[in-house]
């Protein structure tokens, strides 16, 4: 954290909120595409609307940031990233205070409600959904972290840069990209009609997912590019990047599917897979395609595309580089479990049946 000028440090921590007010100003203010979503359990049988346009927005301030139309240079996302953390997580605990008090207390302990928030969906003007722009500041911001620390290793190294550097940076700007593409899916997931709004969400969305996520490359870029022979390129670079898209169509399918299915109940999934259940007469679980292989193949395909983003990077010794895969797959295995105690409580013998047919919780054949 050091090198910084006081006025440099200042505005390194006033940075997560200049981002988030032009983001949410180009939110406002972009063409969007009205949608329904999923019933809320706080909803009854209505539908809530939704504004989009994440992806206009991720590719309006993408354009801005690469060609340098800001005052800040290229890299000064990863040169305040550190100060970036504190001013992001001084954000989330403002945006709590204020989310959280709009809503009456209920039974659940002071701290539960603070942590867990007690809205499920906040909603304002018609123009912006607060769960949904979370999302969009998240991502937007992620991919802004991946190109800068980009831009810091290039002016670093210049033609004796990481290749493998720029491609897992490329790979974040996929992940993004790909989520603001199919936004309508996260729609019909569980973080949207199950996850209330508190701190644990808004700083899941302020601070984790675009400033902590990129750990690896906080790590990394300030490192010249491993050495390794460049005749194992092909299976350096190209192994990662298998691994990195396997992950990818196991993920974006299995959401996918789940969404094609919720939407359309009787449709085949790509013209291939028929929607196979088991239900007690009034519920359904899905059982054929992705959600057959295991009950989390979303996860598990998450899991590999961060596999694929570790290897990228070269260092293969380098704790920085596996952060993101290890966290991820511990938060991923924990989430399961949290997802099955839950599941197992609402649907029943319903979901018994369900494991009994589907027997693997991530892994197929394995876990």
Known sequence: MSGLTTTQAIAGFLTPAAIFAILLALHVM???????????????????????????????????WSLGLTTAPLDWLWVVKWHAIAGATA????????????????GRGNLIQWLEGRSYNVQFGGHVDVKMFMYIFGGVY??????????????????????????????????????????????????????????????????????????????????????????????WLGGSAAVFLIGWMISRGANFQKYIYKRAPEQTFLGLIEPVTVTDGKRNLLCSGFWGASRHMNYFGEILEALGMAIALGHFTNFWAWIYFIYLTVFFISRERIDERRCAAKYGELWTRYREKVPYRLVPGVY
């Open 142 to 235: 992620l991919a802004l972290n991946a190109v800068s620390s980009a831009a810091y290793h290039f002016g670093q190294y210049g033609a004796a840069s990481n290749v493998g550097l720029f491609l897992h940076s490329a790979m974040w700007v996929w992940f993004i990209a790909d989520y603001f593409v199919f936004e309508r899916v996260q729609l019909f997931t569980f973080d949207i009609f199950e996850e209330r709004l508190g701190f644990k969400l808004i700083a899941g969305c302020i601070v984790v997912y675009p400033l902590l996520y990129p750990v690896a490359l906080w790590g990394t870029a300030g490192l010249p590019a491993p050495d390794i022979d460049p005749s194992l390129n092909v299976v």
């Open 91 to 106: 954000l989330s605990a403002v945006l709590t205070v204020w989310i959280v008090l709009r809503a009456p207390a209920d």
């Open 30 to 64: 972009l063409p969007a595409y009205r949608v329904e979503g999923y019933a809320h359990r706080n909803l009854g049988a209505s539908l809530p609307q939704y504004r989009l346009n994440g992806l206009a927005v991720f590719l309006c301030a993408l354009l801005v």
